[in-house]
């Protein structure tokens, strides 16, 4: 069973930077390929940035050239550099793992953490 616990969320202001971070308990995350989602109250669900099995990422048009995925071999843990912030980043962030390819590739994702609140005050 694949566990993810996320960290690093809090409270900035627009323009500020945060890093949010996301252990992978119960297998090595080389295996996996993962994703940061986040919602924001009211909104449904969206998928922010994603790195697959090989390493290339992909990012939504909302954040791309502000955030960052990227993996931390050492420390098995996903991270989401974030910078540039504004107000509309506000959300729960949460990461999220699948073994299989096409799953990933579909973008639907089998082991959720439980989130991390991100908000940005303008």
């Known amino acids: 069973q694949v566990q993810l616990v996320e960290s690093g969320g809090g409270s900035v202001q627009a323009g500020g930077s945060l890093t949010l971070s996301c252990a992978v308990f119960?297998?090595?995350?080389?295996?996996?390929?993962m994703g940061w989602f986040r919602q924001a109250p009211g909104k449904e669900r969206e998928g922010v940035a994603y790195?697959?099995?090989?390493?290339?990422?992909s990012y939504a048009d909302s954040v791309k050239g502000r955030f960052t995925i990227s993996k931390d071999n050492a420390k098995n843990t996903l991270n989401l550099q974030m910078n540039s912030l504004k107000p509309e980043d506000i959300a729960m962030y949460y990461c999220?793992?699948?073994?299989?390819?096409?799953?990933?590739?579909?973008?639907?994702?089998?082991?959720w953490g439980q989130g991390t609140q991100v908000a940005v005050s303008s």
């Open positions: 999220a793992a699948t073994f299989f390819l096409s799953k990933c590739r579909a973008r639907s994702f089998d082991y």
């Open positions: 119960g297998y090595s995350y080389s295996r996996l390929c």
């Open positions: 790195i697959a099995h090989d390493g290339s990422t």
